[in-house]
Nanobody
Framework: QVQLVESGGGLVQAGGSLRLSCAAS????????MGWFRQAPGKEREFVAA????????NYADPVKGRFTISRENVKNTVWLQMNSLKPEDTAVYYC???????????????????WGQGTQVTVSS
């Protein structure tokens, strides 16, 4: 069992930055691909970014490429999402999650992730 707790969300003006953290407990996450997802009101949860267990490979959704950076430090059992040049359309609840199994291709579907945090709200004002 893995418990995930996100933090770092808040209210920021467009063009600003936030850094989200995801702290894991209960089991080491060093063997898992870790992902960030987001869900805006009235919309489905969508993939944002993911990083393989070693940190050697990453995958980003097109809307955040070049603005967001995912990273991890397995010793600290923590994953981060650095978000720069934020836009109002980035407003959502952001969740971190662990992939249920190792795959060659970094998964982007919510169905491929089995442990989820409670989420942290990010609001970007225009």
């Amino acid at each position: 069992q893995v418990q995930l707790v996100e933090s770092g969300g808040g209210l920021v003006q467009a063009g600003g930055s936030l850094r989200l953290s995801c702290a894991a407990s209960g089991r080491t996450i060093s063997s898992y691909t870790m992902g960030w997802f987001r869900q805006a009101p009235g919309k489905e949860r969508e993939f944002v970014a993911a990083v393989t267990w070693s940190g050697g490979r990453t995958n980003y959704a097109d809307p955040v490429k070049g603005r967001f950076t995912i990273s991890r430090e397995n010793v600290k059992n923590t994953v981060w999402l650095q978000m720069n040049s934020l836009k109002p359309e980035d407003t959502a609840v952001y969740y971190c999650a662990t992939a249920s199994r190792a795959t060659v291709v970094i998964p982007t579907s919510t169905r491929a992730y089995n442990y989820w945090g409670q989420g942290t709200q990010v609001t970007v004002s225009s």
